[in-house]
């Protein structure tokens, strides 16, 4: 993997500051940018070549989702991995649409955010497992939330590819795993994003958890 140039837009500094330092350290990290709200980030943008950009949701000035909304207008092909906190999860779905790639709790380890980084990156989702067990509870808890209609069209194959695209793995993990080929993993997973209406894979991992196609 090429050296990555990262974006830390969160507005504690000191949370910034500590996570700085601890990416400073890894080997395929090449620099490290800082704003302490998404205006800043926004305004700053145009003038920096920034890889992966890792965002706080709830900040002053403008907001994670706003943020990212205007970053995706201005670089589609920007990665965006959300930083998130428990009870955030009113936001998950903005930040998909808003083309969020990935989700990261604000609690993890440093391994995690590492693998975080390194599969966005690569053109992966990521989504921590916990995160996944609380956006799955929240869902249960809320009686107000009623799945959508879905596919029935999803074959089984299908259906196996996407449980293992929830756990994390990549188009290759997945052809490893199921000794299938890489090609027919990325044609299912294609398959999958036009059956379910979803655009991305940080999409089709939460269009999957809300309508009960797999279980966490």
């Known amino acids: 993997m090429d050296k990555l140039k990262i974006y830390l837009v969160d507005d504690h500094k000191l949370f910034r500051e500590g996570l700085k330092l601890l990416l400073s350290t890894q080997d395929f990290v090449r620099h490290i940018y800082e704003a302490s709200n998404g205006r800043e980030f926004i305004e700053n943008l145009s003038f920096v070549d920034c890889d992966v950009v890792l965002m706080d949701i709830e900040m002053p000035e403008m907001n994670g989702i706003d943020a990212t909304i205007e970053a995706m207008k201005m670089k589609p ?48 989702s990521f989504f921590s497992e916990e995160l996944l067990v ?76 809300k309508n009960n196609i797999i279980e966490i």
């Open 77 to 124: 092909n920007l990665k965006i991995i959300v930083l998130s906190m428990y009870g955030d999860e009113q936001y998950y779905y903005k930040m998909i649409d808003a083309g969020a790639k990935g989700f990261l709790l604000k609690n993890s380890g440093i391994d995690k955010v590492v693998t975080a980084i390194q599969k966005v990156a690569e053109g992966e």
């Open 134 to 209: 609380n956006i799955l509870n929240n869902m249960r808890d809320n009686k107000s939330e009623t799945p959508e209609t879905v596919d029935n069209d999803i074959s089984e194959r299908e259906l196996e590819i996407l449980y293992h695209v929830c756990k994390g793995l990549s188009n290759q993990e997945i052809a490893d795993e199921l000794f299938i080929s890489k090609r027919t993993v990325d044609k299912h997973r294609a398959n999958l994003l036009s059956k379910t209406g979803c655009r991305n894979t940080a999409a089709l991992v939460m269009y999957a958890i």
